[in-house]
């Protein structure tokens, strides 16, 4: 009883979320799994329904497909809580098989909600010849990149996007370069990086690994991420062109073997072919700044700027000295930005600002402050004070100049010692004041270093460090050309000493797949880098190894037990989920990466 009250209470509690968090609207994708299908093969097609009323929503109406045979469709729900905000789904896919060569277009998709009726847009799609082949044929790898690869320019490009095309002189303008990409990528490299000459130009920091995520364009489903950010301040007017990006990226494609000598020595993950690609040219039209209204004084600042002003003390003694800081914060290009006038009253002595910033580069647009500081040193006392300073700039929000102003300060001064007061009014300046007790200048302040009488250079820690250097020297190149010739003619030796490099290297290509989503790939790494380390650390043969030798052979070379067992555990566990239908969340993927690379470093010191 006291079960079915708790089930009806955490309905009631979910409805009442629902009710708040949902938003009211409805949005319908249609997308193909890709656009590219060979005669005879199976290609989906994917209805995607999300919003609050998701699940009354009716039945897809889908177009007429005449070009393919319809299989059946399959069904799955996606519900999250994100930032408080619950999103949720409802993806039907329909299965279809190729029957007909041409391209063609899958009409828009239309589903019904309430008085309402959504229709997506049309898709095209292209079904091609299926590519024959020969056995042992000498293009048939190159052959298969093409089929596996398909058309690269319709699977993976670069798009630059300005997030204004007109602005004014000094005005920021962010440029966004995302790719685009329905391959998979491994890795990518910048080639050329886009010129930005009569510009300013501000980097933002978009991490050391660009987060992805899933967009629909041209009803096909890509995988998108930032790959370069940049706010870009121009220095003249006119029309300016921003030139294209250029990055190199390594594609992973399956090799189409036919051969089973082939299959059996093939790598089953493929191979990696270089393709680079660029982005568009950004256009921007740099608007001058207005002769209308432009202030007296005005030195090109643009921006949405904000001004202040303070003293570290407003109460104080001649005796004293104190620190009056300007402040300038906002939008804008902040290393343009000049020291502001300030009128100081005469009776104090100042000097030049500290001048600091900092750079805000975060987010969608970026911010900073730039700080002066002045020291002053008041000689007389009274009440004095530091008027308002006004810093023109022009603001491109309100496309209008503006006048920041501050606040005046007042300083209440006290009379300080007699001493210090006799010295304000001696009329010496502080840097004269310095220089008392200084009126003797010393021919040299320093002597040399002296030498004792009946000094021996045998005596010298140097001597004999010059003596002995080079048979020391030769000592270690005759070592290490024992060791060379070692590397040559000793395999076992060989292998114990490049055992550890080759098991990094694989790692290494382990963690890259990590978020990319490959999960074969990153166990085959793993089980590769770990099995190969043992087979070379006992200079056996990788593809013999033997699950209860290779237990026995470390046992012999001082391998606890615990050890042991870990290390055949992630053998274990790469061989399951190497083959296991269900993929490994990255969390997984980096928890077990750390317990591999724990078990690595031990093994490493108990077999050295």
């Given at each position: 009883?006291?079960?079915?009250?708790?089930?009806?209470?955490?309905?009631?509690?979910?409805?009442?979320?629902?009710?708040?968090?949902?938003?009211?609207?409805?949005?319908?994708?249609?997308?193909?799994?890709?656009?590219?299908?060979?005669?005879?093969?199976?290609?989906?097609?994917?209805?995607?329904?999300?919003?609050?009323?998701?699940?009354?929503?009716?039945?897809?109406?889908?177009?007429?497909?005449?070009?393919?045979?319809?299989?059946?469709?399959?069904?799955?729900?996606?519900?999250?809580?994100?930032?408080?905000?619950?999103?949720?789904?409802?993806?039907?896919?329909?299965?279809?098989?190729?029957?007909?060569?041409?391209?063609?277009?899958?009409?828009?998709?239309?589903?019904?909600?309430?008085?309402?009726?959504?229709?997506?847009?049309?898709?095209?799609?292209?079904?091609?010849?299926?590519?024959?082949?020969?056995?042992?044929?000498?293009?048939?790898?190159?052959?298969?990149?093409?089929?596996?690869?398909?058309?690269?320019?319709?699977?993976?490009?670069?798009?630059?996007?300005?997030?204004?095309?007109?602005?004014?002189?000094?005005?920021?303008?962010?440029?966004?370069?995302?790719?685009?990409?329905?391959?998979?990528?491994?890795?990518?490299?910048?080639?050329?990086?886009?010129?930005?000459?009569?510009?300013?130009?501000?980097?933002?920091?978009?991490?050391?690994?660009?987060?992805?995520?899933?967009?629909?364009?041209?009803?096909?489903?890509?995988?998108?991420?930032?790959?370069?950010?940049?706010?870009?301040?121009?220095?003249?007017?006119?029309?300016?062109?921003?030139?294209?990006?250029?990055?190199?990226?390594?594609?992973?494609?399956?090799?189409?073997?036919?051969?089973?000598?082939?299959?059996?020595?093939?790598?089953?993950?493929?191979?990696?072919?270089?393709?680079?690609?660029?982005?568009?040219?950004?256009?921007?039209?740099?608007?001058?700044?207005?002769?209308?209204?432009?202030p007296e004084g005005f030195t090109g600042i643009v921006g949405d700027f904000t001004?202040?002003?303070?003293?570290?003390?407003?109460?104080?003694?001649?005796?004293?000295?104190?620190?009056?800081?300007?402040?300038?914060?906002?939008?804008?290009?902040?290393?343009?930005?000049?020291?502001?006038?300030?009128?100081?009253?005469?009776?104090?002595?100042?000097?030049?600002?500290?001048?600091?910033?900092?750079?805000?580069?975060?987010?969608?647009?970026?911010?900073?402050?730039?700080?002066?500081?002045?020291?002053?040193?008041?000689?007389?006392?009274?009440?004095?004070?530091?008027?308002?300073?006004?810093?023109?700039?022009?603001?491109?929000?309100?496309?209008?100049?503006?006048?920041?102003?501050?606040?005046?300060?007042?300083?209440?001064?006290?009379?300080?010692?007699?001493?210090?007061?006799?010295?304000?009014?001696?009329?010496?300046?502080?840097?004269?004041?310095?220089?008392?007790?200084?009126?003797?200048?010393?021919?040299?302040e320093e002597y040399d270093s002296l030498k004792k009488i009946g000094w021996n250079?045998?005596?010298?820690?140097?001597?004999?460090?010059?003596?002995?250097?080079?048979?020391?020297?030769?000592?270690?190149?005759?070592?290490?050309?024992?060791?060379?010739?070692?590397?040559?003619?000793?395999?076992?030796?060989?292998?114990?000493?490049?055992?550890?490099?080759?098991?990094?290297?694989?790692?290494?290509?382990?963690?890259?797949?990590?978020?990319?989503?490959?999960?074969?790939?990153?166990?085959?790494?793993?089980?590769?880098?770990?099995?190969?380390?043992?087979?070379?650390?006992?200079?056996?043969?990788?593809?013999?190894?033997?699950?209860?030798?290779?237990?026995?052979?470390?046992?012999?070379?001082?391998?606890?037990?615990?050890?042991?067992?870990?290390?055949?555990?992630?053998?274990?566990?790469?061989?399951?989920?190497?083959?296991?239908?269900?993929?490994?969340?990255?969390?997984?993927?980096?928890?077990?990466?750390?317990?591999?690379?724990?078990?690595l470093s031990v093994l490493s010191k108990q077999l050295s």
């Amino acid at each position: 009883m006291k079960l079915k009250k708790f089930n009806i209470l955490c309905n009631i509690i979910l409805l009442i979320i629902s009710s708040v968090v949902w938003a009211d609207n409805l949005e319908i994708k249609a997308y193909v799994d890709q656009s590219v299908v060979s005669l005879n093969s199976q290609f989906n097609l994917n209805v995607e329904i999300s919003g609050s009323d998701y699940q009354s929503a009716g039945s897809p109406q889908l177009p007429d497909i005449n070009f393919a045979n319809y299989l059946g469709s399959s069904t799955s729900q996606n519900i999250q809580f994100i930032n408080g905000k619950m999103s949720a789904s409802r993806t039907i896919t329909y299965h279809y098989q190729a029957n007909k060569i041409g391209t063609f277009t899958i009409g828009g998709v239309t589903v019904k909600a309430g008085n309402k009726e959504y229709t997506t847009e049309p898709i095209e799609i292209k079904i091609v010849k299926s590519s024959q082949q020969t056995p042992g044929s000498k293009n048939r790898e190159e052959s298969a990149t093409q089929q596996s690869s398909g058309s690269l320019d319709d699977n993976l490009f670069i798009i630059a996007v300005a997030d204004k095309k007109t602005v004014y002189k000094n005005e920021p303008v962010t440029i966004t370069y995302k790719i685009y990409t329905r391959v998979d990528v491994t890795s990518f490299g910048l080639e050329t990086a886009p010129s930005t000459k009569g510009f300013l130009k501000e980097d933002f920091d978009i991490g050391r690994r660009p987060q992805t995520s899933k967009e629909i364009l041209k009803g096909k489903q890509y995988t998108i991420a930032e790959i370069q950010k940049m706010s870009l301040y121009p220095l003249s007017a006119g029309s300016k062109t921003i030139e294209p990006l250029v990055v190199n990226c390594q594609i992973r494609v399956q090799r189409s073997r036919r051969d089973i000598f082939d299959d059996f020595f093939s790598d089953p993950f493929g191979r990696t072919v270089t393709k680079t690609v660029s982005s568009n040219p950004v256009n921007i039209n740099v608007l001058p700044l207005p002769e209308k209204g432009k202030p007296e004084g005005f030195t090109g600042i643009v921006g949405d700027f904000t001004i202040t002003s303070s003293a570290d003390k407003k109460i104080l003694t001649t005796d004293d000295a104190i620190t009056y800081t300007v402040e300038i914060a906002g939008e804008g290009h902040i290393g343009s930005i000049s020291a502001p006038e300030v009128s100081f009253p005469v009776i104090f002595e100042t000097y030049d600002p500290d001048i600091t910033k900092s750079i805000q580069n975060k987010g969608s647009r970026i911010t900073g402050r730039k700080i002066f500081k002045y020291v002053l040193v008041p000689r007389e006392a009274g009440t004095y004070k530091i008027e308002s300073i006004k810093y023109p700039v022009f603001n491109p929000r309100t496309e209008s100049y503006q006048i920041l102003t501050t606040d005046p300060v007042v300083l209440n001064i006290g009379k300080g010692s007699d001493s210090e007061a006799a010295v304000a009014h001696s009329g010496f300046s502080k840097e004269e004041v310095d220089l008392i007790g200084k009126d003797i200048r010393f021919i040299k302040e320093e002597y040399d270093s002296l030498k004792k009488i009946g000094w021996n250079i045998f005596n010298s820690i140097y001597f004999w460090v010059i003596f002995i250097l080079p048979l020391l020297l030769l000592g270690i190149a005759v070592t290490y050309r024992k060791h060379l010739d070692r590397l040559h003619t000793d395999h076992a030796y060989a292998r114990n000493k490049a055992a550890r490099r080759d098991a990094r290297k694989h790692l290494s290509e382990a963690k890259a797949n990590i978020k990319l989503e490959e999960q074969k790939a990153f166990y085959a790494a793993v089980h590769k880098a770990m099995s190969g380390f043992v087979s070379d650390k006992l200079n056996i043969s990788g593809a013999g190894m033997m699950i209860e030798d290779v237990k026995k052979r470390l046992k012999e070379r001082g391998v606890s037990d615990s050890v042991i067992e870990e290390y055949i555990l992630i053998l274990e566990t790469c061989d399951l989920k190497r083959f296991s239908p269900t993929e490994a969340t990255t969390e997984e993927k980096e928890e077990f990466y750390t317990k591999v690379e724990s078990n690595l470093s031990v093994l490493s010191k108990q077999l050295s």
